[in-house]
């Protein structure tokens, strides 16, 4: 069964730095777009970044300048590297992968908590 795991989430202080690794299983075929949401309680699921199989990526202004993806095609992965993280990014984040063809899959989520 296609699938998606993350791996990374945890507690930081603000400021501290963390990085969301997320890999795709075999099946899953023909990515075309990877990246990553995020859930804080009470809202909803906002994008966070995108990166595409040329390397276009995109980010919310949230987290511009701070946040950077990246990804190997070759191992339908994906990473998201945080630094200066802030109380606000604290949610649960969640990646997501676009074939070509087909429905979107998604990860089970991991937790990031800010707080000192």
């Known amino acids: 069964q296609a699938q998606l795991e993350e791996f990374g989430g945890g507690l930081v202080q603000p400021g501290g730095s963390l990085r969301l690794s997320c890999a795709g299983s075999?099946?899953?075929?023909?990515?075309?777009?990877m990246g990553w949401y995020r859930q804080a309680p009470g809202k909803q699921r906002d994008m966070v970044a995108v990166i595409t199989t040329g390397g276009r990526t995109n980010y919310a202004d949230s987290v511009k300048g701070r946040f950077t993806i990246s990804r190997d095609n070759g191992k339908n992965s994906v990473s998201l590297q945080m630094n200066s993280l802030k109380p606000e990014d604290t949610a649960v984040y969640y990646c997501?992968?676009?074939?070509?063809?087909?429905?979107?899959?998604w990860g089970q989520g991991t937790q990031v908590t800010v707080s000192s």
């Open positions: 997501y992968a676009d074939p070509v063809f087909g429905r979107r899959y």
């Open positions: 075999e099946s899953i075929s023909s990515i075309y777009a």
